[in-house]
């Protein structure tokens, strides 16, 4: 099942199914289809990572990869409790659907979270496009 992640702003790089948000906010001119806030770093993480920012770039980024890793593993370890009880796969599990694209507001070729995410549904089946 191929899972498409991109930057709202860059629409030529969205999938043809469900707009879905992984950001607290998206743009007003935007219709999302759904907001996936189980990926979506957490608002303490965020806010750390900022207050961080200030006082050292490089440790502020080593600890919101270690943060959210830490979230995204909890997460799928729960998913995964969940099919194995219920005889499913991981991706049966989840609410995506074939050419869905999880959006948030980093540009293409700009540092975003996207690529930490996109690691953790390539481990469970999805064929993820990176953009």
């Known amino acids: 099942m191929k ?3 991109a ?3 860059q629409p030529d790089n969205h999938g043809p199914g469900r707009k879905i948000a992984i950001s607290s906010t998206k743009p007003d001119e935007l219709t999302v289809d759904g907001v996936f806030d189980h990926v979506m770093p957490s608002n303490e993480t965020l806010q750390s990572y900022k ?3 200030l006082v050292n770039q ?3 980024s080593d600890f919101f990869v270690e943060t959210y890793e830490g979230q995204l593993k909890k997460f799928f370890k729960e998913v995964e409790k969940s099919a194995q009880t219920e005889g499913t796969s991981v991706v049966e599990q989840l609410p995506l659907r074939s050419g869905d694209t999880l959006l948030s507001w980093e540009r293409e070729g700009y540092t975003s ?3 930490i995410l996109a690691r953790f549904l390539e481990e469970v089946g999805y064929d993820v496009v990176l953009k």
Do not use: G, V
Request: hydrophobic share 20%.
């Open 3 to 5: 899972i498409y992640l």
């Open 7 to 9: 930057s709202y702003t």
């Open 51 to 53: 207050d961080k920012q």
């Open 58 to 60: 490089q440790d502020a």
């Open 113 to 115: 979270y996207r690529p």
